[in-house]
């Protein structure tokens, strides 16, 4: 039977180490029967070998085999935004690897916006620290002894999404946010991870960190941005909603709305009263 790919990053290290012991042990060995240089060149290979093995399994007891040795997972290509200059993709590579909470975005239109929230979502969807999170909610046990239970039933869809969304509201969870504003005047993204990590962020920052925690978990999610009215028809708001059962988007057959930024339930969005138009986009 043919190795897996995951076995063969397992054992990747040990393959350099042996390897490199081999080399250094022979340099060593056989250094009398040959030039110093052919010996010296050996005995550096070997060591070389040795190095590298140790330091490959060193990052893998810190992070997953796939993240060192697979290479980066390719993306969406995001383009270059309707307003020319800094294309998003460049933009969207900041915010990724920027050591601050947040890094601006010039992301003129809705399209662009959502294309930067669609990316920072499916990233932080692949992520094993996200994933992590959303099992800790759904893995909480409720009772004790023989009465000891699921807090959250299994296979109970609704409840899953409304565990998650409650949790994400809630400042003692693993995953609890804060709805925290933007700098004045500029529109700021937040990679998942460090939206989960600060505990904060805004409308943009919480969809698509929420949206990334459900869809973790094997949920369809979209975001749903508004137009309150009012705004002259731009969109002043973003929530998502998400679909059970979980799924890829055609199995959906019903889509449940999400606002993490106000105290209301699963399932409550603003009403026509304070809306003037709706949107929604796949993740």
């Known amino acids: 039977m043919a190795p897996t790919a995951a ?12 390897v490199g012991l081999v080399v250094y042990g022979c340099a060593v060995l056989f250094a009398r ?3 110093r240089w052919i010996a010296a060149a050996s005995a550096l290979f070997g060591a070389t070998l040795l190095l590298d093995g140790a330091v490959v399994w060193y990052r893998l007891s810190k992070g997953g085999a796939d993240d060192v040795l697979a290479g980066p997972r390719p993306g969406p290509d995001l383009g ?12 969207y590579d900041r915010v990724r690897s920027a050591k601050l909470t947040k890094q601006v975005v010039r992301a003129p239109s809705l399209e662009d916006r959502i294309a930067i929230l669609r990316k920072l979502a499916r990233e932080g969807s ?4 996200v994933r992590e999170k959303a099992l800790a909610v759904l893995s909480r046990t409720c009772g004790s002894g023989r009465d000891r239970r699921w807090c959250v039933p299994e296979k109970g869809w609704e409840s899953e999404v409304e565990a998650v969304f409650n949790a994400f ?3 003692k ?13 500029i529109d700021q993204y937040t990679n998942v991870a460090k939206t989960i990590r600060t505990k904060s962020g805004d409308c943009d920052d919480q969809a698509s960190a929420l949206a990334a925690i459900l869809m973790s ?15 002259g028809g731009s969109a002043s708001h973003i929530l998502i909603s998400c679909g059970v059962p979980p799924g890829p988007p055609e199995r959906v057959k019903k889509w449940i709305s999400l606002d993490p930024t106000v105290n209301k339930p699963a399932g409550w969005q603003p ?9 929604e986009f796949d993740i």
Request: net charge positive.
């Open 7 to 18: 076995a063969v990053r397992r054992n990747a290290p040990h393959a350099l180490v042996g």
């Open 33 to 35: 029967d040959r030039p």
């Open 80 to 91: 270059r935004s309707s307003s020319g200059g800094e294309s998003l993709q460049e933009s």
């Open 126 to 129: 692949e992520s094993v620290e």
């Open 169 to 171: 509201r809630d400042p």
């Open 173 to 185: 969870s693993p995953i609890g946010v804060r709805y925290v504003r933007d700098a004045i005047s």
């Open 217 to 231: 978990v094997g949920y369809s999610c979209r975001f749903k941005p508004m137009s309150a009215k009012g705004a």
């Open 271 to 279: 009403g026509p009263e304070v809306v003037e138009k709706w949107w």
